[in-house]
């Protein structure tokens, strides 16, 4: 299973009146054309009382499994040299198949999740990277560093620029 970059991103929605299906109709639209897989994606909402979760992913129970194996394999791997990659890998197996680490984390939001308000925590494969990806580690390159710029950190950039 050759797997591409992940990147989780955890969205806060404060007024879900202008949630209007969008989101879910971009992310299927990019899932379905191989741009992005969704490892998960899990919704949260709060209206009074009343807590939802729903949850999506590209990925089969079995598929879910080999990732959470390979990914824990690699951390165990790293945390001890002798017996660290064969537990790792059993234990991301297993919690793969549960809610996973984006569920724990929109559980985690959800209960202090304020009225009226949402969030998303979506776990995505960028797919299109893949053969980009694949060209950097044949030429012997590595990562140096990784960062994503939105509207947000362009702003407090230009602040940062004008104060100087």
Do not use: C, K, Y
Not at 58 to 87: P, Y
Not at 110 to 129: F, M
């Amino acid at each position: 299973m050759s797997i591409g970059p992940i990147q989780m991103v955890v969205l806060g929605f404060p007024d879900t009146g202008r949630l209007e299906g969008r989101i879910a109709d971009e992310l299927a639209l990019l899932s379905d054309v191989g741009v992005i897989r969704i490892i998960n994606a899990v919704f949260v909402e709060r209206e009074g009382d009343e807590a939802l979760m729903v949850q999506v992913s590209d990925l089969e129970d079995e598929q879910r499994e080999m990732l959470g194996a390979v990914i824990g394999a690699v951390i165990g791997a790293i945390a001890d040299e002798d017996l660290g990659a064969e537990v790792g890998a059993e234990v991301g197996a297993e919690a793969a198949t549960g809610v996973g680490m984006a569920g724990a984390i929109a559980e985690d939001i959800l209960e202090d999740l304020p009225d009226g308000s949402a969030a998303l925590v979506l776990v995505v494969e960028h797919r299109w990277l893949i053969p980009l990806r694949d060209a950097i580690r044949d030429a012997g390159g590595i990562v140096l560093a990784r960062q994503s710029i939105g509207l947000e950190e362009l702003i407090s950039l230009g602040l940062v620029a004008g104060a100087d």
